[in-house]
Each structure stands twice: as C-alpha cells, then as structure tokens.
C-alpha cells in the first residue's frame, strides 16, 4: 500500500527538471504567482514581465488583439498597465505566461506544437464562462486553473514515451490516465498539481488541477474542480485539438444522452446552449492568439 508521503515522492522525482523542460519558468511562474496575490504591485510585475521578452512579445500581441477588444495601438508593458488597468494585465500576464509554458509539441499525447495550448486555452475561456453562469466568486482562479490543468502532460511527456518504448503493452487502456498511471504509477493531474503547489499558487487552482479526472471524493466536489472537469470535457467532446474551429461540432442532445454522470455545476444545463454559443464566439475571436 502506497502512503500519502511516498505519493508526493512520486510526483516530486517528474518535477525536478522543470527547467529543461519549460523555457524560463522562473519568471513565468513569478508572474503567475504575482498575478495571484493581492499585494503585489502593478509597477513590480511590469518589471518582472519585461525581463522576459517572449512574454513581453505575447502579451503585446494579445493586448492588439480584437479578442481583448482594445483596438489601439499598445506598444509597451507600461501602455498596457496605465490604458487597461489591473485586472486585464493580469489576465494578459497569466495567459501570456501560461502560453509560453505550453506551447511545445508533446509526442506522448498525440499532440502537435500548439495543440496543448489550445486545448488549455479553450478549457479556460469555456471554464470561465461557465463559472460566471455558476455565480462562481473565483473566476479568477478557475481561468487559471483551465490554462494549467494539463502543464503535467509537459512534465510527463518524456518519461511516458520512453516507458511506452521500454514496454509490452498487451492490455488496452480506457483512458490516458490509466496509461500513466499504468507506467508512471501517477498521472498528469497529480504531477501538475504538485508542481504549481512547488510555485506557491494557491488551493484555489491547485486542487481543480489535481483532481479533473477525478469523479469521487471531496476534492472532486468542489465548485472549481467540477467547472474545470466539466470544461475539460465538453472541450474534448468538441474536439479541439488544433486551431481549426470550423471544423468544431458539438451536439447537445447527444451530449446529454452519453454524458449521464458529468460533476452538477449550477446553472450549466439549463443555459448549456446560450454557455457553449458564448465559448464559440469567444474562441474564435481568440483563434488569432493560437
Ligand atoms: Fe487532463
Ligand atoms: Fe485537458
């Protein structure tokens, strides 16, 4: 029987070597960290995002965007800062930074250069919708939590292609956690939630992380776990997987026939079209972000 302690070994051994794997995750995650404390200044993390120029080039980019809607030339973090305020740096600062954690290809998956990202992106923007329609006070988090939910997969990457190498596979695996698990004896949700625990972000999108492939327990039963997991899902079940929205179909009446054991969020079922007709319009103005 395995113990609590040697759990988190487990998870601790995947996450050693962040550095090699993620490109400058120092100020990334000081970013991510400053974006989530109330006391931090705005004048601190301008000079923090300007030590990394990938993610001062995304957050410019985003900010010209049409999907934050400013439509005015911003040229410089401090531009951001003194004509969009607060709020909308952090959000610029936590998406530009997560990007920038998730864009390499991960083989091991089955997934191209990019289609983490998107994945992650369209989890947080559905997540965060749906946390709105939930009156939910920790939108905030949820985002977060939905641009995050799968940085286990970065971490996992290599060691679950060399154990599928190293290898007989003869049982088929219902899903990829089984797999992990399987091979690794964790999974990407547990990996992630123990690296962001180790960069100091809080419970509020930790634990959502943690247990989004979880259906049992009570970490599974809180309203950010379950708006992540639900989100999670509907984003698999449209089949985002690469920056084509076109070719994105969602059919609700099947949905709800296959889907019977889905976590309760309220007020999701009753307004799922008007949810899921907001995250297509959102999404595809945000395609040039991806
Ligand atoms: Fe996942
Ligand atoms: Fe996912």
Not at 156 to 179: G, Q, R
Not at 197 to 221: C, F, M, N
Request: a negative charge; charged letters at 20%; proline letters at 4%.
């Amino acid at each position: 029987m395995t113990t609590l302690s040697s759990d988190i070994d487990i998870e601790s051994k995947y996450i050693t070597n962040v550095e090699n794997l993620i490109p400058r995750p120092d100020i990334a995650l000081k970013v991510l960290s400053m974006a989530h404390d109330a006391n931090s200044s705005i004048p601190e993390l301008a000079k923090k995002i300007e030590q990394d120029p990938n993610l001062t080039a995304n957050m410019l980019r985003m900010a010209n965007s049409s999907y934050f809607g400013f439509m005015r030339e911003i040229s410089s973090i401090k531009d951001i800062i003194i004509r969009l305020g607060f709020e909308t740096i952090k959000l610029l600062a936590i998406t530009g930074a997560s990007a920038g954690l998730l864009n390499t290809p991960q083989k091991a998956y089955g997934l191209e250069a990019r289609s983490l990202w998107n994945h992650s992106f369209a989890c947080a923007i559905l997540g965060s919708i749906i946390a709105r329609y939930a009156r939910s006070e920790e939108n905030f988090s949820i985002y977060t939590a939905g641009l995050l939910h799968d940085i286990g997969k970065v971490l996992l990457n290599k060691p679950l292609h060399e154990a599928t190498l190293s290898t007989t596979i003869n049982k088929k695996f219902s899903s990829i956690i089984e797999l992990e698990r399987s091979m690794l004896q964790t999974d990407h949700a547990k990996v992630g939630m123990v690296l962001l625990q180790s960069w100091g972000l809080p419970d509020s999108i930790t634990i959502p992380v943690g247990y989004h492939h979880s259906r049992d327990g009570k970490e599974a039963g809180l309203l950010n776990t379950k708006i992540i997991t639900l989100a999670n899902f509907l984003v698999e079940s449209i089949g985002i997987r690469a920056a084509e929205p076109d070719k994105y179909l969602f059919q609700i009446d099947d949905f709800l026939e296959q889907n019977q054991n889905l976590p309760e969020v309220p007020n999701f079922q009753d307004n799922m079209e008007t949810i899921i007709d907001e995250f297509y319009n959102k999404f595809n103005d945000a395609a040039v972000l991806i």
